[in-house]
């Protein structure tokens, strides 16, 4: 069965199609109109409009609690018949669909979720459910199946679906053509999909290879035919310039490489997490690989395309992906126009990784590599790029990868007027032993290893370990990649030996880096409410052999 016939199904048997298409059509045209070059529409729009009036909330990554609990797998009384509440036609709950009145369902549950409407960290893409269900949409986005989210929503249940309205919303199309992926990766989500690299492989390579590099995906992986695949670049202003590149046209300009650690702003969240909850995946140190990306510098790109270096000033780079969510809108992201054209920044328009072609999940046929910044800025599946006043209109960029303060919570958040996250802190972690492993000592000592990493092309200079509690510390042997300070993208890998002692370890890692800027100490100074920038110590406890 396919994802249109299923929307569709749904529509007419919630009796919604006809008085909706009005919506439909305006909606269509509304984005048209935004987006008035054809490169950022696509041809399957409709089918996207038509998903987000039935498909649910935008998506939030939620948090696991370290529970190794399968996220995938349903909770079995979510949205099961309860006989103690009364049961409502598809109809009626399609009537509450405004802020007053806020009603969804979900399997065969019926839940009024008016007051959580203000605190949904997906923003305003929860009205996209108004009246309707949310399972398709949950569907695609596995992490809401997870038992805290199943119980909050049951908090909410008001009744019970008739059984004549009951949709089938089973379809697996949209992930039908998933790439294989190696049984290795730490699994967090499957649908999307999202996946730690092992901590003992990540200092088994310097370079990860790109089977077992994290994968971080917010949709379904596009299906792209590199030998069609196609790269607009729009300049906005007086006189809009447009240019057109294959990936073949592409190798008209100088070839780089450029040796970059991508690490996810979530990275150890788990962390944080212990502190006070934070809303996302609970990453513990597996979301950070380290590769030699090939491919084309974007500043000469946008220099072709007419973009004048000498004129930057309050102007941003917009850089959209192929992959589209449920209310069909691509992901897209956007850095400032002076970071793009930074000699130094070494912004790369990147075709392959490892000296072999990009695989499907790290964004064949094309992506963007931004060294030094959180990986959500190395955009994959690339087809678009837009020069322009006006930053990423997305939900990533406008509500989401924002620094804010401890003392900032759900209900005050301000997202417009908090920074986006351009570039990333001082950070280290033990690989190797883990937390909780039994070692044995040789020739009286265990050895440690692990990874550091500063972003902005800072280098790690330091990397220091304690067993006593940062009483004293022992400095680290360091292995690392011969750029220069500034310009240094790459991670660095260290080790140590530390004096066996006593039958229990606890072991600290911290990390200094070319500006001298060191980690903090505890997480509790740096919480913030998306548990992003998690780079406090690195603690770890190991049962040591006697």
Request: net charge neutral.
């Amino acid at each position: 069965m396919s994802l249109r016939t299923i929307l569709i199904r749904n529509l007419f048997r919630q009796k919604k199609v006809f008085h909706l298409t009005p919506c439909i059509i305006q909606s269509q045209k509304q984005y048209e109109d935004r987006y008035s070059n054809r490169s950022w529409k696509n041809e399957n729009i409709s089918v996207g409009l038509l998903a987000s009036l039935i498909l649910g909330t935008q998506l939030t990554e939620n948090n696991d609690n370290e529970n190794k609990q399968n996220e995938s797998e349903p909770h079995q009384q979510a949205g099961a018949k309860r006989p103690d509440l009364p049961t409502y036609r598809a109809e009626e709950v399609s009537q509450h669909n405004n802020e007053r009145s806020f009603w969804v369902t979900y399997k065969q549950g019926v839940y009024d979720v008016t007051s959580f409407l203000p605190s949904h960290p997906g923003g305003e893409q929860i009205y996209n459910a108004a009246g309707l269900s949310v399972e398709p949409f949950w569907n695609v986005y596995g992490m809401h199946k997870t038992k805290e989210i199943y119980e909050l929503l049951e908090s909410y249940r008001i009744g019970n679906l008739h059984e004549d309205d009951l949709v089938d919303h089973s379809d697996d199309e949209m992930w039908a053509k998933e790439p294989f992926r190696d049984k290795r990766l730490c699994v967090k989500t499957a649908r999307p999909f999202n996946a730690e690299t092992p901590p003992a492989e990540q200092v088994r390579h310097f370079d990860t290879p790109a089977e077992l590099f994290y994968v971080r995906q917010h949709m379904p992986v596009p299906d792209l035919d590199g030998s069609c695949h196609r790269l607009t670049v729009l300049v906005e202003g007086e006189g809009e310039r447009r240019l057109q590149l294959s990936v073949d046209e592409l190798n008209r300009f100088k070839r780089q490489e450029v040796r970059a650690a991508l690490m996810c702003a979530g990275n150890r969240r788990s962390e944080m997490n212990l502190v006070k909850p934070v809303k996302g995946l609970s990453w513990r140190t597996g979301a950070i690989g380290n590769a030699v990306w090939g491919g084309v510098l974007l500043r000469d790109v946008l220099l072709a395309a007419g973009v004048s270096d000498k004129d930057t000033e309050g102007k941003h780079v917009t850089l959209m992906g192929a992959d589209m969510d449920a209310t069909g809108t691509y992901f897209s992201t956007s850095i400032p126009l002076s970071h793009a054209l930074d000699e130094r920044a070494r912004v790369l328009l990147a075709t392959s990784m490892n000296g072999a072609p990009l695989t499907k999940d790290h964004g064949h046929p094309l992506r963007v590599v931004v060294p030094g910044a959180p990986a959500v800025r190395s955009v994959k599946w690339l087809q678009c790029i837009k020069v322009s006043s006006e930053e990423s209109p997305s939900h990533w960029h406008q509500r989401d990868y924002r620094s804010f303060g401890p003392s900032v919570s759900w209900e005050t958040a301000d997202f417009p007027s908090a920074p986006p996250v351009y570039s990333l802190p001082v950070t280290s972690a033990v690989c190797s032993p883990e937390d909780g492993d039994t070692v044995r000592p040789r020739r009286g000592a265990l050895h440690v290893q692990g990874y550091a990493y500063s972003g902005g092309g800072a280098k790690i200079i330091r990397v220091e370990v304690s067993t006593d509690r940062g009483a004293t510390w022992r400095e680290a042997r360091l292995r690392s990649d011969s750029a220069p300070p500034r310009e240094h993208y790459s991670w660095t890998l260290w080790d140590v030996d530390l004096p066996a002692a006593g039958p229990q370890m606890e072991i600290w890692v911290k990390a200094t880096d070319s500006n001298f800027n060191a980690q903090p100490e505890n997480f509790r100074d740096i919480w913030n409410i998306r548990g992003i920038i998690s780079n406090a110590y690195h603690k770890i406890k190991v049962n040591v052999e006697q």
